[in-house]
Each structure stands twice: as C-alpha cells, then as structure tokens.
C-alpha cells in the first residue's frame, strides 16, 4: 500500500481557498497538507469557516519557506498545472498520475500554485511529472479546491477498498424464477381468459414477448407480490 | 456515441451555485442544464457572474415546474444523492454510472437537489439509479458544484474510450421518462376504481412501491406499449 500523496500548497493567497483545498482532500481520505510560504502568513481565520469540518487537515498542515524544502523526503513529485510549452516536463493525466503514486513506495506530492499566477517553472522543475486534468479545450476554468478535488478524486478512485464504495449488496435479493413464473402463468391465465392471446398463431410470440419483459428487470420477491397484487386487483370490476 | 448527460438541478436555491454548476459542466464539455423550480426564479443576477465565463450553458438552460417534465424525453435518469436505507433504487458510482450513460441511446440525465436538504425521495423514485461519489466515510462534504463536476469528469474520463467500450447496441433503447409516467398514471387510476388504494395512509407508500417496481427495468417503449396492453385487457371482464 503507497503512502497518500501529499498536497503541497506554494505561496497560496487566500485562507478561504487552503480552507476549500482541505475540505477537497478529506472527502478523499487526504490529509496531509503542506504550506509553502503562504501570503497571508500562518494560521489564518479564513481557512477554518472554509473547510467546512476539515479541520484536521488545517491543524497538521506544516508551513515551509521554500518549494524545496517542502519536497525534501517526498519521492515522487507531481506539478499540477496547464501544459507549458518552455517546459521539458512530461505530461501525464490524473489516471497515470494516480497509478504511479499507488505504485511508488516512498511518498508521493502535487504542488499546486498560488490562484492566479500557478506554479513558476522554477517550481515546475522540481516534479517529475506535470499533472494536466483534460478539459474542454474552449473552456478551462478551474479553480485551486477544484483542481484538488478532481485529482484526490482519481487517487481515490484506484485506491479502491479504503472508502465507502457504494455496492448493489443492499439491493434485494432477485426472487427465486420460481416465484417469477406462478406470477407469468397467473397473468397468462388472466389475459386468456380475456381472449388477450389472438390471433392463434401470434400467441406463442406473445407468450415470449410477456416473460421477457417480466424476467429483465429481477424483481426480488417482495416485488412479485406487489405485482401479484396488481394483477389480481386489475381483474376485478371497477367499484361503484 | 452516447449523448452528454443533461443536469437537472432540482429546486437550487442560491444563483450563485447555479452559475458555478454550469462552470463545472463545461469543463467537461456538458452544456444542457435544466432547472426545476429553482427558489429565486430564473434568470437569476447572481448566477452569471459564479460561472465565470460559463453563459452558454446558462443561456440555454430551460425551466420546468416539476423534475417528472424535465425527464419527460429522457430515458436514463441518475439521482445523485447519499445512499438512503428507506429507497430501494439500486446504487451505483460515478464509474458505472459513465458507463451506463455511454452505452445508452437516448438522453440520459444527472439530478441533483437543493444545496441543503438533498433529493426528496419522490424525486429519487423518478430516477432508475443514484448515484453516489465514494467519499471519506468519516468527512463527507460535497457542495453541489463539487458533485457535478466530479460527475462530470468521470462521464468525460471515459468519454475518449467509446470505441473499446463494450456496447448493449444490441438491447432496445430505454423508452422516455414520459412514457413510463404515463403507463403508471394509467395503472394508478385503474387501481384506484379497483380500491386498491387502501387504507389511505398507506396510499403514498403504494404508490411508491409501484413507481420503484416499474422504474427498475428500464424498459423499452415496444415494452411499455405491451404492457399498457396488458394492463388495458386485465381491466376488461372475463370473456363468457
């Protein structure tokens, strides 16, 4: 199992958005959060009220003066910024990033830059890899926490067991075929009865058109009895 | 090619978090939002300025009174929420949701609720999955505009791998919301003439428990137009 990447924050402007960056981390089970020469200096009120419950992350994060300094025993490095043609960087995406972070053994990072300016290539230079998320190329607009969130997202997705994964287990069990076919043949019998089954020739056609719209869904039994229900409330007259 | 996911924003309440859904859509290249009932009315001031750049999407976005017209054309609904004890549509993630959305012929649609309370469960009844993003089990706080832009990745991740995909080409295209609503509307009145309804207090459950059954399958309109047949014989008397 690789060690969860760090994030790396340089010289980020406002409280409020290192608070939303902590609050992108922790929905993915990140919580290890470096400060490079924040401008509004360290702690700041603003971040708290932002992170929304994240506190944990803000509480632990460590403060550098220096990009380098924040990278020192970190393995793997990953700039998180647009493609830069000056820079000989290679580009991968958020899923090889992921991969490679999962399959490093030592301790992985993503540098993100101040809001406006992103990261220098000076800081640039330091990672291995630059991390681009493919976006619409008429329209890239995203923000620092979103930018943190989609790449702790990716991480997550391909940690796999670690987070709540949402399972059909829950979902009810599909009822014996058993208990699908008395619901077929008690519906054959009452559509018959209806002279539903004509022409001759066309009710074997039927028949089969019938079971496989009953089949395709996998009712569970608690479902068939509903039905079973329905069926037998519809062939009765109408009150009144 | 699948067609983009529309966004149903059910009932958002500040014009702000509309505006920034729409920023987080284009990123990815989705571009058709709807909007039900939202709380301010529409067009809402606060939304142009959040979406930073993003009017395209809020230029078009159209106005529906009730989340079961804003589905009326649209064949594959996912109701993005918190898994529910109490609701039996089967849950998936954000990964088997994409790939539902890019095996699907028809329209296909993503609903989410008021920033605050969520989907109701009537809601969620309309959708034949939920989806829900796999977050910390300890810390999960996803604004909305998170969730849609989460979403909105996975659905563009895998956007580039139509051609490998396995396809269901094979299988009938689900049939409109529209037309499950009114077979169901159908059914509804004819069990009501029937009593079935009884007693009054548990009416909604009922109507629940039928909705959620017929929902399941995802059935075709050749489907839905036999099983109006169906419905409309055991209706009549028995023959002689």
């Known amino acids: 199992?690789?060690?969860?990447?760090?994030?790396?924050?340089?010289?980020?402007?406002?409280?409020?958005?290192?608070?939303?960056?902590?609050?992108?981390?922790?929905?993915?089970?990140?919580?290890?959060?470096?400060l490079v020469a924040p401008r509004d200096g360290w702690p700041n009120p603003e971040a708290g009220p932002a992170?929304?419950?994240?506190?944990?992350?803000?509480?632990?994060?460590?403060?550098?003066?220096?990009?380098?300094?924040?990278?020192?025993?970190?393995?793997?490095?990953?700039?998180?910024?647009?493609?830069?043609r000056e820079l000989k960087t290679p580009v991968v995406g958020p899923e090889d990033m992921a991969r490679e972070i999962h399959a490093n053994e030592g301790k992985s990072a993503i540098?993100?830059?101040?809001?406006?300016?992103?990261?220098?290539?000076?800081?640039?230079?330091?990672?291995?890899?630059?991390?681009?998320v493919p976006i619409n190329p008429e329209f890239g607009s995203?923000?620092?926490?979103?930018?943190?969130?989609?790449?702790?997202y990716e991480w997550s997705r391909q940690a796999g067991d670690d987070l709540a994964q949402p399972t059909m287990k829950d979902e009810e069990p599909r009822a014996p075929m058993g208990e699908l076919n008395a619901l077929i043949d008690h519906l054959d019998g009452a559509l018959d009865q209806r002279g539903y089954f004509f022409p001759e020739d066309r009710a074997e056609a039927t028949r089969t058109t019938i079971r496989t719209i009953l089949t395709k869904p996998g009712w569970s039994s608690r479902e068939i009895g509903a039905l079973f229900g329905i069926v037998k409330t519809l062939e009765k007259p109408p009150k009144g």
């Open 1 to 34: 199992m690789s060690d969860k990447p760090i994030v790396v924050l340089v010289n980020p402007q406002l409280g409020q958005n290192i608070g939303k960056a902590a609050r992108a981390m922790l929905n993915f089970g990140l919580t290890e959060m470096r």
């Open 51 to 84: 992170a929304s419950g994240a506190d944990i992350v803000l509480d632990q994060a460590k403060v550098y003066d220096t990009t380098a300094e924040a990278l020192a025993d970190v393995s793997l490095v990953f700039a998180s910024t647009v493609r830069r």
């Open 111 to 132: 540098l993100f830059g101040p809001e406006r300016s992103g990261l220098t290539g000076e800081d640039v230079n330091l990672a291995q890899r630059i991390v681009t």
């Open 142 to 152: 995203l923000n620092l926490a979103q930018a943190v969130i989609l790449l702790a």
